[in-house]
Structure formats: C-alpha cells, structure tokens
C-alpha cells in the first residue's frame, strides 16, 4: 500500500524561531506531487505548499519551503521566523496513482505544531 | 466568489438514521473527494469521482454512499451501517484526476447519539 508518513505528532516552536517537520513516503511512479497542507483551530484546509516530483528545485514560499529528497522519498517542510498563526495541524499529502488515470490523494497522519511567544 | 460549500457545519443524527452531507463547487472541477477526520488519523479517503456518473470506493467506504449526478455536487449519504459515524468530514475538488492541487470546504461535524 502506497503510505504517507509523519513521525513527529506535536512540536513546538519559539516565535521567530525555525522548525522542519518530517515526511516520507512510498511510491513506485516517477512523476507526482507533494503537498503540505495547514489545517489551524478553524479546521480549513489550507494548501502551505506544492512541489512536483519532476523538478529538481525545492518549492519555496516566502517562510516555507521544503527538502525535497526524491532518492529517500523525503519531503520535509521547513518554517522561517515563526509566527503565532503558524500553529496547526500540519499534513503531508502525495497524489498516488490508484490504477489506470485514478488518483489518490493521500494524507499522513499529521502533527500538531505550537508556536510559543 | 469560486469555492467549495458544504453544508451543514454541524449536524446531528439518531443511530440508526441515514444522513446526507452536502458539497457544491462553482470551481469547474472535474474531480471531487470525501474524507473523514478522526483525532490522530489524518485524512482518509472515503469516495472520490473524477467525472460525472462516475465516481470509485476510498480506502474507508463501507457504510457510506455517493452519487455524482452534477459536476458541481457531491453528496455523500452516511447510512445505518456504518458503524462509526461521528467524525468531521471534509469534501474536496481538484480541476481534474490529477489532482495537481485540491481545494477544502469548511467540513461537516456529524455526532450521532
């Protein structure tokens, strides 16, 4: 079965300091993407940021980006100056293909993370 | 405004009862999802359809049904048999299959008593 992995389920964080979350994944294809979903006390998910497989380059924007580690099926995001509003359930997400032109979205199991003034 | 509504935010059933939860997008999708949320499961997938009248099982679709009758909705009716049914449940739209980027509505809190 293809997983999506997220082994930390809370961290926390000083304001304006930095913090990675992990995330490892399982799949045979050669080109997909990788997201990182917000999902704050409101419950709305909120696409953080995407990267394609195919591409080399890590995705940035502005305080986020991400180590894309396509050998390792790793995809960590990594938080610059930390804010309050950043604290969330933070999810990764890989779009499996589930056979022929299906996709799946598939979602780890999340982890909290805490922004502390 | 282009979006993705679902409706009711909270929704309370009777055991035993069959309940529908609602998902409209004005976002041109093609593809629509449901997923259900429990404390520390992440998102699973429940159903999903890439075009209308079509739409496959999810990794959790027992006790649950769908139908795919517009491109703009997705239903997805909770019924007796599923034995667990109190959860938050997310509906999303992607522009295709592909799913390059998925879109969330606000979701629904279903509590059975």
């Known amino acids: 079965a293809q997983t999506v992995t997220q082994s930390q389920p809370e961290m926390s964080v000083q304001e304006a300091e930095t913090v990675t979350l992990s995330c490892t994944y399982d799949t045979s294809e050669n080109n997909y993407y990788l997201f990182w979903y917000k999902q704050p006390p409101s419950r709305q998910m909120i696409l953080v940021i995407r990267q394609e497989a195919y591409k080399q380059q890590n995705a940035t924007e502005n305080r986020f980006s991400v180590n894309f580690q396509k050998a390792a099926k790793s995809f960590s995001l990594k938080i610059s100056d930390s804010q309050l509003g950043d604290t969330a359930m933070y999810f990764c997400a890989d779009n499996f293909n589930s056979g022929g032109s299906n996709y799946k979205l598939t979602f780890g199991k999340g982890t909290l993370l805490t922004v502390n003034p | ?113």
């Open chain 2, 1 to 113: 405004d282009g979006g993705i509504t679902q409706s009711p935010k909270y929704l309370f059933r009777k055991e035993g009862q069959n309940v529908t939860l609602s998902c409209e997008q004005n976002l041109n999708h093609d593809a629509m999802y449901w997923y259900r949320q429990d404390p520390g499961q992440g998102l699973r997938l429940i159903y999903y359809s890439q075009i209308v009248n079509d739409f496959q099982k999810g990794d959790i679709a027992e006790g649950y049904s769908v139908s795919r009758e517009k491109k703009e909705s997705f239903p997805l009716t909770v019924t007796s048999a599923q034995k667990n049914p109190t959860a938050f449940y997310l509906c999303a739209s992607s522009i295709d299959g592909r799913v390059t980027e998925a879109f969330f509505g606000q979701g629904t809190r279903l509590t059975v008593v």
